[in-house]
């Protein structure tokens, strides 16, 4: 019986890893059926950029916003039965939220990874997939690998949050005219 109970505590972790990257999934799936993808993986991709710069705040408030919705998603759940839809879907939502910021932190963990081992950083998708595996080989080492991929999951998901509310930067003149002729010359 004892084995059993150490056998689940070993599982927890990846099990709980998984859910997020199911909700990731969901949430790719559903860009792809809206047609924004891109601006998805765009934002993943500044977010993993993001993730670079004041590591500490984004941790902080990463891990503030992630617990102040589970609070109150659980909360919502606990009110009378009209309120609980709500609470189901600010859970979703945290889901949803939390996947995309486990992977913007997986692929700056992944680029971080390549770079050290190549000198040459390698595409998006196959630091991505890198650093899904390290965080996910993370998950088995019970508490201090849960605590190391939840972290870095608050991280990612404050760095992706900021990515999504902040003003694109303007783009200097010479970008500006060389995207507006980008259309014209694939015509050519």
Known sequence: M????????LLGGPVIYMIFVGALAIVIMLSAVLGRL??????????ADRLQHKFAVKLLWGTAAVI?????????????????LLGVLVMLLLLSISGIGGCASALALGRAVTLSSKGVPDDDLSAARLGIAILFAAEFVPIA???LV??????????????????QAVLPLTDQIESAAAPQLRDN
């Open 150 to 167: 939840f972290l870095s999951g608050c991280a990612g998901t404050a760095a992706f949050l900021e990515s999504l509310f902040q003003k």
């Open 145 to 147: 690998g849960w605590i």
């Open 68 to 84: 102040l919705c589970t609070v109150i998603g659980i909360m919502l759940l606990h009110l009378p039965p009209h309120t609980r």
């Open 38 to 47: 891109d601006s998805l993986f765009f934002h993943i991709s500044r977010a």
């Open 2 to 9: 004892a084995d059993m109970q150490g056998i689940r505590a």
